[in-house]
């Protein structure tokens, strides 16, 4: 398995439009976490880097939505980087990451500065690209070395979820989207019979996946104790009168 954390930064897309087929990407993803921002509460939602900055949260109830990203564009709330955000403790209800950890640095920062600065019950929502997809085996292949999909990391599901687990996170619903290599820039047809027969039998190999978290803390309380012992406690030869203790001596 290769090393999460890599020497240096790989380029990270400013726009959807710098993926292949990046504005269907973005309208696919806004479908997919439509209904369960709806169950987002609080007072603030951040959306970490670029490509979450443009997402439409169109149906989540929280008005405060901060969009952080590591150069000022249009868009920023705050500029910072992912792996040492500028957030109190407990403070964020809400944390969408749409591809930042394909490329990132190190992608363990990140969910820790997250996992830092997130509420307890708070949602964690984060989209990657599945190597185990035809978009993952055309990464590997000698063609179209311009596409910035050459950069992304391609973090299974199964080991990012188990980093959400380590962190505390219970693993709330996992989503596998589109039947598509990308590189070719291929029309996306999610409603084709081969793209359903896929989804029914082969939904582990979709190039993206949707990892729907919620964050998790045990609170501790005292536990009391619903019986007493009794002690049992006699006096031998001994007598206490007038607060004075006198011994008596045993008759003969």
Same mark, same amino acid.
């Given at each position: 398995?290769?090393?999460?954390?890599?020497?240096?930064?790989?380029?990270?897309?400013?726009?959807?439009?710098?993926?292949?087929?990046?504005?269907?990407?973005?309208?696919? #993803?806004?479908? %997919?976490?439509?209904?369960? +921002?709806?169950?987002?509460?609080?007072?603030? $939602?951040?959306? !970490? &880097?670029?490509?979450?900055?443009?997402?439409?949260?169109?149906?989540?109830?929280?008005?405060?939505?901060?969009?952080?990203?590591?150069?000022?564009?249009?868009?920023?709330?705050?500029?910072?980087?992912?792996?040492?955000?500028?957030?109190?403790?407990?403070?964020?209800?809400?944390?969408?990451?749409?591809?930042?950890?394909?490329?990132?640095?190190?992608?363990?920062?990140?969910?820790?500065?997250?996992?830092?600065?997130?509420?307890?019950?708070?949602?964690?929502?984060?989209?990657?690209?599945?190597?185990?997809?035809?978009?993952?085996?055309?990464?590997?292949?000698?063609?179209?070395?311009?596409? #910035?999909?050459? %950069?992304?990391?391609?973090? +299974?599901?199964?080991?990012?979820?188990?980093? $959400?687990?380590? !962190? &505390?996170?219970?693993?709330?619903?996992?989503?596998?989207?589109?039947?598509?290599?990308?590189?070719?820039?291929?029309?996306?047809?999610?409603?084709?019979?081969?793209?359903?027969?896929?989804?029914?039998?082969?939904?582990?190999?979709?190039?993206?996946?949707?990892?729907?978290?919620?964050?998790?803390?045990?609170?501790?309380?005292?536990?009391?104790?619903?019986?007493?012992?009794?002690?049992?406690?006699?006096?031998?030869?001994?007598?206490?009168?007038?607060?004075?203790?006198?011994?008596?001596?045993?008759?003969?």
């Amino acid at each position: 398995m290769r090393p999460a954390l890599i020497k240096n930064h790989p380029s990270k897309p400013q726009l959807w439009q710098d993926l292949p087929l990046g504005a269907e990407l973005k309208c696919l #993803i806004e479908k %997919e976490i439509a209904e369960v +921002s709806r169950k987002f509460f609080g007072y603030h $939602l951040v959306r !970490l &880097g670029h490509l979450s900055s443009q997402i439409e949260l169109a149906s989540c109830p929280i008005k405060h939505q901060i969009n952080i990203t590591s150069n000022s564009q249009a868009y920023t709330s705050l500029v910072a980087t992912p792996d040492d955000l500028p957030l109190s403790e407990n403070s964020v209800d809400a944390f969408l990451l749409a591809h930042e950890l394909d490329f990132s640095k190190d992608p363990h920062q990140i969910l820790r500065e997250v996992d830092r600065a997130i509420m307890p019950n708070g949602y964690l929502v984060i989209t990657g690209f599945n190597p185990l997809s035809l978009c993952g085996l055309f990464k590997h292949l000698p063609f179209n070395q311009d596409n #910035i999909l050459h %950069e992304a990391r391609f973090f +299974s599901c199964a080991r990012v979820k188990d980093w $959400l687990q380590l !962190l &505390g996170f219970e693993i709330v619903d996992v989503k596998h989207l589109l039947f598509n290599e990308l590189f070719l820039q291929r029309k996306l047809k999610a409603s084709s019979k081969w793209s359903q027969w896929c989804y029914q039998y082969l939904p582990l190999l979709t190039s993206m996946y949707v990892i729907i978290a919620r964050k998790r803390e045990i609170q501790l309380s005292m536990i009391t104790l619903k019986w007493k012992a009794k002690t049992k406690f006699s006096t031998v030869g001994a007598s206490v009168r007038n607060g004075l203790m006198q011994v008596e001596t045993p008759k003969k």
